[in-house]
């Protein structure tokens, strides 16, 4: 008689563990990922700061009278004003900003005011059509009531 073949043991529990080891393992690496790339962005708060607190002392330099302004070399600040601009994306940014918003309302009166004139026409033209049709009205009245064409 043949010997029976041995017996095998089933491999799904040896699955599950593998399952739940790398499952946890993923957990781990995408969490420390996630941590580590917040590190990354924390030193924005202390750029913006001392970006801010320079764009305040640029403030401050403009408004304070300098020996060249005294001695009339305004040509000369108005380079140094343009350079700092250009440096301090604060005041760059802002300008543009405003640009932007003076151009966007330009652009909405532009638009409020032909809406107006388009209203204005089609107000216009409804009175004159309303006219005609009084006159007509008034005309069919006429000849109707007429003794010469009765």
Not at 3 to 31: D, H, M, Q, R
Not at 89 to 101: G, L, T
Not at 107 to 125: C, I, N, Y
Request: hydrophobic share 35%.
């Amino acid at each position: 008689t043949p010997s029976p073949a041995p017996k095998e043991e089933s491999s799904f529990p040896l699955a599950v563990f593998i399952a739940i080891i790398s499952a946890a393992l993923a957990v781990v690496i995408g969490t420390t990922i996630l941590v580590r790339r917040g590190n990354k962005y924390r030193v924005v708060p202390d750029v913006l700061a001392s970006a801010m607190a320079e764009a305040e002392a640029d403030d401050r330099f403009e408004s304070q009278p300098s020996s060249s302004s005294l001695s009339g070399d305004e040509d000369y600040q108005e380079r140094m004003r343009a350079a700092r601009e250009v440096v301090n994306p604060f005041k760059r940014f802002a300008k543009q900003r405003e640009e932007q918003q003076r151009a966007q309302a330009r652009r909405l009166e532009k638009a409020k005011r032909e809406r107006e004139e388009r209203e204005k026409e089609r107000r216009e033209m409804k009175k004159e059509k309303e006219k005609r049709e009084e006159e007509r009205a008034r005309v069919l009245v006429r000849i109707t009531i007429s003794p010469q064409y009765v």
